[in-house]
């Protein structure tokens, strides 16, 4: 299948456009780089080093055999979108090409100003894209867990039947996203499934919980292949950042309570639901929610999960709780549904010991490179 | 009470901007004249000879004695906006000032892409500089009824009691709009809900039905104060646009079966909604939604009265139906509540044959500017 890999240089693109691409697929790589600009602006780092995204692919196809075709641009140039969608006729166009970190979001306007401009009009843009230059294309859009927020009530995948006063009808599922970052990823779901209802373009909205791990099968093959990992305030995710807080001899630092329930899954489930959303895609003018997670877990019971397993590592840090600089409920409800990527065959790499040992011991290895005053949260929600 | 009314210049906010002033308020109009340039891209016109807004306020002045402040400029442009906030120090901010047609933001990418920015990132700048400059001031928002789509139940004020799965909580209403028009105001409610949660800001969305009328009694007291009025398949919404097919010999041009039933409200009625909004304010933090509308009917049922009111003027026109440009459901249930208005002293001014009349013959005195080219629809959704 031709599938466009947008984003294909960040955390989650890059290891998809590789296991995507050794399953067989003609991978097309769109990014315009703005992540590592991100980390220049930031003064951050991953903690792992990466290779340019030229030496990547080159690697890859050393090593392989297999060409990943790379377009430098950006998706709210529709000039350069175009020609993508000219050359590369994708029968699925893969959207991980967005700003990602509510932090970010919230620096102040000017940034939460860009993250809804960059993702809602990129993201308008390439529904354009496929109604003009390539209407059977498969949207597979990355969308977020947190655009539910944390109701009262099961959280299901998309859509919800409401009983209102004798009546019934199947809703879209309310969203109460948290940061100017995940409203945007509202937003755009909003507007796919208006894209589809119009259009008739077929979309899949995978919405993520929180990504943890950084090898696949695919980014272990060469250390020039290997994946970023994100520690600091800003891009770090809670469960990757307490692995290299453990590391570096950091407190664990869990925001508020800790009691925060949120879902997660495993870099190797994100590459692999792709894959299952590109082989079953949706039918023409069907705007089809999954909710792409494996296990719910509060932040304290991942910080107390890597506290053990530093200790078995010889390493002890502390749990410490810092003012939450969020806004959000720290005791609340949370069940949320995840059994479409199942029925399609997903089969779950769940949290175990194992696993946290394998990323704690890679970031180990690259534990210099850690910049300690990125660690602590700097941006405040209030 | 130091009102801004954003958006000023155009058929809702002029004559609020009038309303509010007369009551005793302190209004200062910011607009960017974006209204009239559509006039020109579209090659377009008011029925009604609209003075300038120069024009406007000077004769408000010469005839009450009371002055109206004006900015002319975008909200989109932030220097700009931090001024106005400074220098007005408003205690209540009505915000019009966004691109308000469905059939404007469908007719190409450019003009999907410019609505939701120009909407979208406008509101945001709004809602930052109440954070910065005015955190008491209360945001008065225009949404639409078209934010809720046609559901199967009924749609209530903005949030709904969910039952599911033996448990509950209220949850936002879910929205199913139907254009990108529509959509910016969607996003738009999400921005203003998260940002009266984390900042405390006090907000009330006006969902507007559609508007018909043009007097109000302010705007009657001379003809430079009168209102516009549009007609074109672009601005003109139904019951005005029938109005001026039936002056002009023209067939009222109901799209598809006309069984599309939406909510209405005269003008008059607008503009009391927004004062009673102004001297109700929500609380700090609270994000309220009024459904601002007194009426409904089927598209077909409107063009049935403006046929027998027009009959009753001389006037013989005849009922047709066009292929509907839009995509939208032609048979649906339709029920929604809008109590909360009336709660606080709202008292409709009903749809009656006195006051089709009444519109007519306004319409009647100015026919000769109606462009006739300009009357069918000619932007499709599709």
Avoid at 37 to 59: C, Y
Avoid at 95 to 108: G, L, N, V
Avoid at 110 to 124: D, I, M, R, S, Y
Avoid at 166 to 193: A, E
Wanted: include cysteine; proline fraction near 4%; glycine fraction near 6%.
């Amino acid at each position: 299948m031709r599938i466009v890999v947008a984003g294909g240089d960040g955390f989650c693109g890059w290891p998809t456009a590789l296991h995507l691409s050794n399953q067989g697929h003609e991978v097309t790589i769109v990014d315009n780089l703005s992540r590592r600009k991100w980390d220049e602006e930031l003064h951050s780092n991953s903690v792992t080093p990466i290779a340019s995204l030229e030496e990547r692919v080159g690697k890859w196809k050393e090593l392989t055999g297999k060409e990943i075709k790379t377009y430098i641009g950006d998706l709210n140039h529709y000039d350069f979108l175009r020609e993508v969608f000219r050359q590369t006729e994708p029968e699925a166009f893969v959207h991980f090409a967005e700003q990602r970190s509510a932090p970010y979001s919230m620096i102040d306007r000017e940034h939460a100003v860009f993250t809804q401009q960059n993702n809602v009009l990129g993201n308008l843009n390439v529904l354009y894209a496929i109604k003009e230059f390539a209407p059977e294309c498969h949207l597979i859009k990355l969308g977020t867990m947190g655009e539910y927020g944390t109701p009262n009530i099961d959280i299901e995948e998309g859509y919800i039947e409401i009983e209102h006063k004798g009546r019934k009808d199947v809703m879209p599922y309310p969203k109460q996203p948290g940061s100017f970052y995940h409203l945007s990823k509202v937003h755009d779901s909003h507007n796919i499934m208006f894209a589809c209802k119009i259009w008739g373009i077929r979309a899949t909205d995978l919405n993520q919980g929180i990504v943890y791990g950084l090898h696949t099968n695919e980014t272990k093959m060469d250390p020039m292949l290997v994946n970023r990992v994100d520690y600091d305030g800003v891009f770090g995710t809670a469960l990757n950042r307490f692995l290299i807080q453990a590391a570096t001899g950091h407190d664990l630092t869990v925001y508020g309570s800790g009691n925060q329930t949120r879902a997660f899954l495993n870099i190797e489930d994100t590459v692999r639901c792709v894959e299952i959303a590109a082989e079953n895609p949706a039918d023409k003018g069907e705007f089809r929610v999954f909710n792409q997670f494996t296990e719910y877990f509060s932040v304290q019971e991942l910080a107390e999960k890597v506290q053990k397993v530093a200790k078995e590592e010889g390493l002890n840090t502390e749990v410490s709780h810092l003012d939450n600089p969020r806004i959000e409920a720290e005791e609340h409800y949370y069940h949320a549904v995840n059994t479409k990527l199942r029925d399609l065959g997903l089969e779950p790499h769940l949290l175990t010991d194992d696993v946290l040992h394998d990323i704690l011991q890679t970031v180990i290895e690259h534990k210099d490179r850690v910049i300690k005053e990125n660690i602590l949260p700097s941006i405040k929600w209030k």
